[in-house]
């Protein structure tokens, strides 16, 4: 068992800066990657990054390339979405979630869900 908690989310005008976190306990030894993914109001969820164990090999949806960063901390259990240059489109729900093996951009890959923090980007 695995259980994740994320924070950090909040309000932010659009072009503002934004970081979330999430804490691993329970397991975490036996995970391989770990991701975020949101959900807007009346959309499916959808793969925003990931991270290998290893913290070096990351991986990016189109949409946020270039402005979200991902990072990862193994001494505490813990990832992180740096978020720059906010838009609106970011609002949603953002999910920390981990797995052991599957395709990183797909959901159904991950084993352990967190409860999910709200970002609302203001325009």
């Known amino acids: 068992q695995v259980q994740l908690v994320e924070s950090g989310g909040g309000l932010v005008q659009a072009g503002g800066s934004q970081r979330l976190s999430c804490t691993a306990s329970?397991?975490?030894?036996?995970?391989?990657?770990m991701g975020w993914f949101r959900q807007a109001l009346g959309k499916e969820r959808e793969f925003v990054a990931a991270?290998?164990?290893?913290?070096?090999?990351?991986e990016y949806a189109d949409s946020v390339k270039g402005r979200f960063d991902i990072s990862k901390d193994n001494a505490k259990n813990a990832v992180y979405l740096h978020m720059n240059d906010l838009k609106p489109d970011d609002t949603g729900v953002y999910y920390c979630?981990?797995?052991?093996?599957?395709?990183?951009?797909?959901?159904?890959?991950?084993?352990?869900w967190g409860q999910g923090t709200q970002v609302t980007v203001s325009s």
């Open positions: 979630a981990s797995a052991r093996t599957g395709k990183w951009r797909n959901g159904t890959s991950y084993d352990y």
């Open positions: 329970g397991r975490p030894l036996s995970i391989n990657f």
């Open positions: 991270i290998g164990r290893n913290t070096k090999t990351t």
